[in-house]
C-alpha cells in the first residue's frame, strides 16, 4: 500500500521559510520520480517542483525558482521540500507525489502552507 505522508506546514510570517517532508512507504522510493504539488483555494493544483528518480533532475515552478530546494534520501524514503523567502501567494496545501509515469500519480493528505502577517 502506498502512503506518502507529509509534515512541516504551518504558519510563517513574509519572507520566512518552511521545510516539508515527506516520508515515503509501500514501492521502492527509488525508482521513481517525487514532486510537490499545491493548491490555493479556487485554483488548480500546480507543480512546486520534482526530483528524479537518483536526484540527480531538478525543475522548479517559475514562481519558485530560486526561492525552494528539493531533495530526496533514497536511504530513508524521503523527500524534502525547503522554501525560503515565502510571500502570502505561497499560501496552499502543499501535496508530496510519486510519478509512476507521465501524467500518472500518487499523492500524500497534504499540508497547509499559510503565509501571513
Known amino acids: 500500500q502506498v502512503q506518502l505522508v507529509e509534515s512541516g506546514g504551518g504558519l510563517v510570517q513574509p519572507g520566512g521559510s518552511l521545510r516539508l517532508s515527506c516520508a515515503a512507504s509501500g514501492f521502492t522510493f527509488s525508482r521513481y520520480a517525487m514532486g510537490w504539488y499545491r493548491q490555493a483555494p479556487g485554483k488548480e493544483r500546480e507543480l512546486v517542483a520534482s526530483i528524479g528518480s537518483l536526484g540527480a533532475d531538478t525543475l522548479y515552478a517559475d514562481s519558485m525558482k530560486g526561492r525552494c530546494t528539493i531533495s530526496r534520501d533514497n536511504a530513508k524514503n524521503t523527500v524534502s521540500l525547503q522554501m525560503n523567502n515565502l510571500k502570502p501567494e505561497d499560501t496552499a496545501v502543499y501535496y508530496c507525489?510519486?510519478?509512476?509515469?507521465?501524467?500518472?500519480?500518487?499523492w500524500g493528505q497534504g499540508t497547509q502552507v499559510t503565509v501571513s502577517s
Open positions: 507525489t510519486v510519478v509512476w509515469a507521465p501524467k500518472s500519480y500518487s
